[in-house]
């Protein structure tokens, strides 16, 4: 199914070509997503890793307009935030979409569809057999085969007049690339890594810390390096999974602010244990650029934050910011990662398939218009706690139970 796409840029992440080459493919294409700005906001923070911000003033009703990227690079940083706008403008329920691509019925009336119970659902006030909900086709990576599958589960936002939601939309698994196996792969990331994380969450125990005087690699040095100077904290937490990609938190600590909002969390996943640490480590720097910009809708939770206090903060996140439980090397965490996107994409299958995961489906939303690929990879039965706290799965209750 997949072509042989060899991975050409080895920095902070994986891609398929070096980020400048992405800014001068996708910069022509901002206006007709609507993108009317793309701004460095590096500078609003003392750190120096670069952020980036991507203003598209015609985002949907109950979507964000204002979009952050980050790197080890600007090239890195402003690469991310356009491509993450592309993300959510491709995302969007449009008039095509609704016209050409959703199909009306009930569940029980339906062959070849996704249960929607497999998507982890909190509580209904009817029954999924006999309400009517819209479908879309969907690809599963495992047979090539055609499923169809909730429309609730691939666009965002999702508010249409004819149909019931089943859960609040997310971008969970949204994902662009210079080519769509690039983009099926961090989309099958970004599922896990939410997955893993939930996981954390529900547990709630002391973390396991990643030794960073052991870390070898220039460029993470170089980025702790960066907060140490500025007197803020990081930790590295491994949250790998039982499905062995590479889970890596960053959790920070601002001493000398002592800013409740900014004890911020970075989470990255990748086969690659480091890129997954990097991912990470400039995640927590775009969280604290978004919360001091605070320009972004999503960032009511400071208000939250501030009102509760530094100090109680870290109470109640004590298995984020207490003692750790062990301390593991970084080289300790096995490195999965390839060299094409083809290869990594039927490594993690495996690594699925040998939990018990056997679906990996994806629906292609690239816009005819623009032309980058965008895809919305769905993966039955991973946990999405992290992002959806009325949404438990079997895997999180049976480590409660364990517990």
């Known amino acids: 199914m997949f072509k042989e796409v060899p991975v050409k840029y080895f920095g902070c992440t994986h891609r398929a070509m070096p980020p400048e080459e992405t800014i001068n493919w996708v910069k022509g294409k901002l206006k007709t997503a609507g993108v009317t700005r793309v701004a460095e906001i590096t500078h609003l923070d003392r750190i120096g890793i670069p952020v980036y911000s991507a203003i598209r003033p015609s985002a949907a009703e109950g979507a964000v307009s204002i979009y952050a990227g980050k790197g080890a690079t600007k090239n890195q940083a402003k690469a991310s935030a356009?491509?993450?706008?592309?993300?959510?403008?491709?995302?969007?329920?449009?008039?095509d979409n609704i016209k050409n691509n959703l199909i009306s019925a009930c569940f029980g009336e339906m062959d070849g569809c996704m249960d929607p119970e497999s998507l982890i659902l909190p509580n209904l006030p009817f029954d999924l057999q006999e309400k009517e909900l819209n479908w879309v086709k969907s690809v599963n990576i495992m047979d090539d085969k055609e499923y169809l599958v909730p429309?609730?589960?691939?666009?965002?936002?999702?508010?249409?007049?004819?149909?019931?939601?089943?859960f609040k939309s997310n971008t969970n698994g949204l994902a662009s690339g210079n080519r769509v196996e690039e983009a099926i792969?961090?989309?099958?990331?970004?599922v896990i890594e939410r997955d893993a994380w939930s996981i954390f969450e529900t547990k709630r125990k002391k973390a396991v810390e990643i030794d960073l005087e052991s870390i070898e690699n220039p460029l993470i040095k170089e980025l702790l390096d960066k907060f140490k100077k500025e007197g803020i904290d990081v930790k590295l937490v491994n949250l790998t999974s039982d499905i062995e990609a590479a889970t890596i938190a960053a959790v920070s600590d601002d001493t000398v602010l002592k800013d409740p909002a900014l004890l911020t969390l970075g989470v990255g996943t990748h086969l690659d244990p480091e890129i997954a640490a990097m991912r990470a480590l400039t995640e927590v720097a775009q969280s604290r650029a978004t919360q001091i910009h605070g320009t972004r809708e999503d960032t009511t939770r400071a208000v939250f934050m501030r009102k509760a206090g530094y100090e109680r903060m870290k109470r109640m996140n004590k298995h984020w910011f207490g003692e750790s439980e062990e301390v593991i090397d970084l080289r300790q965490i096995k490195n999965h990662a390839g060299k094409s996107f083809k290869e990594d994409i039927e490594t993690s299958m495996k690594l699925l398939e040998k939990?018990?995961?056997?679906?990996?489906?994806f629906v292609d939303?690239?816009?005819?218009?623009?032309?980058?690929?965008?895809?919305?990879?769905?993966?039955?039965?991973?946990?999405?706690?992290?992002?959806?706290?009325?949404?438990?799965?079997?895997?999180?209750?049976?480590?409660?139970?364990?517990?």
């Open 355 to 361: 939990v018990g995961f056997k679906d990996v489906l």
């Open 82 to 95: 356009m491509m993450e706008a592309f993300e959510r403008y491709s995302a969007e329920l449009s008039e």
């Open 151 to 166: 429309a609730n589960s691939v666009f965002h936002p999702y508010v249409t007049s004819n149909d019931t939601s089943l």
């Open 365 to 403: 939303l690239t816009r005819e218009e623009i032309e980058i690929p965008v895809v919305r990879v769905i993966i039955p039965g991973l946990e999405v706690y992290s992002i959806d706290t009325t949404r438990v799965g079997k895997r999180l209750r049976q480590r409660v139970k364990a517990n």
């Open 185 to 190: 792969f961090h989309g099958m990331m970004e």
